[in-house]
């Protein structure tokens, strides 16, 4: 059974940092593509950023050059570094598996992530 666990999120002024974290278990992690996407109050959920087995990591615009994807094949966790967090990044953030292959897909259960002075 494959299960994602998130940590890391908070309470953040604006232009500070958090660094999210996604432990997965129950899956052959290097065979999937890790993500992190976030969702809004009102808003559709929206792709972050992703990387996948071999290390590629895409973005969207939006984070581009504040936050940075990597993974520990070791030890089966994805990581987001947010830095000049803005009040707009204010959202539910969720980790996101995706085999390679089959492209099956599973979820995290979300972290709270709010940008306030």
């Known amino acids: 059974q494959v299960q994602l666990v998130e940590s890391g999120g908070g309470l953040v002024q604006p232009g500070g940092s958090l660094r999210l974290s996604c432990a997965a278990s129950?899956?052959?992690?290097?065979?999937?593509?890790m993500g992190w996407y976030r969702q809004a109050p009102g808003k559709q959920r929206e792709s972050v950023a992703s990387?996948?087995?071999?290390?590629?990591?895409d973005y969207t615009d939006s984070v581009k050059g504040r936050f940075t994807i990597s993974r520990d094949n070791t030890k089966n966790t994805v990581y987001l570094q947010m830095n000049n967090l803005k009040p707009e990044d204010t959202a539910v953030y969720y980790c996101?598996?995706?085999?390679?292959?089959?492209?099956?897909?599973?979820w995290g259960q979300g972290t709270q992530v709010t940008v306030s002075s």
């Open positions: 129950g899956i052959i992690f290097r065979t999937y593509i």
């Open positions: 996101n598996a995706r085999h390679t292959l089959s492209r099956a897909a599973s």
């Open positions: 990387i996948s087995s071999s290390g590629y990591m």
